[in-house]
């Protein structure tokens, strides 16, 4: 069955920046199982898996504009040392931020004396994204699945 909107679409996939590191992969792992056209998956995972079939291997090279986004130096803030209270503060802390409605994460990237720099941007933004992804299997989503807007396991009938 061929991939395409509203197909329950299970992949295995190994996640590699362009110096080869392996960022994420599922391998040891379940496949990954979503519904195709949902934007579940950023833009060039579902635009690159769309029409092909079960068994088929991919090489998805995807720029940061179809994947994380781009950087927006914006989201990189100094902030006061008093404002995160008694914490010790280390390089790579992640803290979370924003309004109620919108929550995200910001990553401490430096320290500099009472100043502290938080970036507010994905950690991959700005990334290629290597994806090298095998299609494990194809099927219909069911009414259930379509209206809650999520897979429920490899059958469809298992609700968690
Ligand atoms: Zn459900």
Not at 20 to 42: A, F, K, N
Request: hydrophobic letters at 35%.
């Amino acid at each position: 069955m061929q991939v395409s909107a509203h197909k329950v679409v299970s992949i295995h996939y190994t996640l590699t920046d362009n110096a080869g590191t392996v960022l994420d992969s599922s391998s040891g792992r379940e496949p990954l199982m979503y519904i195709q056209g949902l934007g579940h998956l950023i833009q060039g995972m579902e635009e690159g898996i769309e029409g092909r079939t079960t068994g088929e291997k991919l090489n998805l090279k995807i720029a940061p504009e179809k994947g994380y986004g781009v950087r927006n130096d914006e989201f990189v803030q100094q902030v006061p040392k008093a404002a995160f209270g008694d914490q010790e503060i280390q390089p790579g802390m992640q803290f979370e931020a924003g309004t109620e409605e919108q929550r995200y994460i910001v990553t401490v990237t430096a320290i500099e004396g009472d100043m502290i720099t938080v970036d507010g941007n994905h950690p991959l933004a700005g990334v290629e994204l290597n994806f090298d992804v095998e299609i494990i299997s194809v099927r219909e989503a069911t009414g259930d699945e379509l209206a809650h807007g999520h897979v429920h396991g490899p059958d469809g009938n298992h609700h968690h």
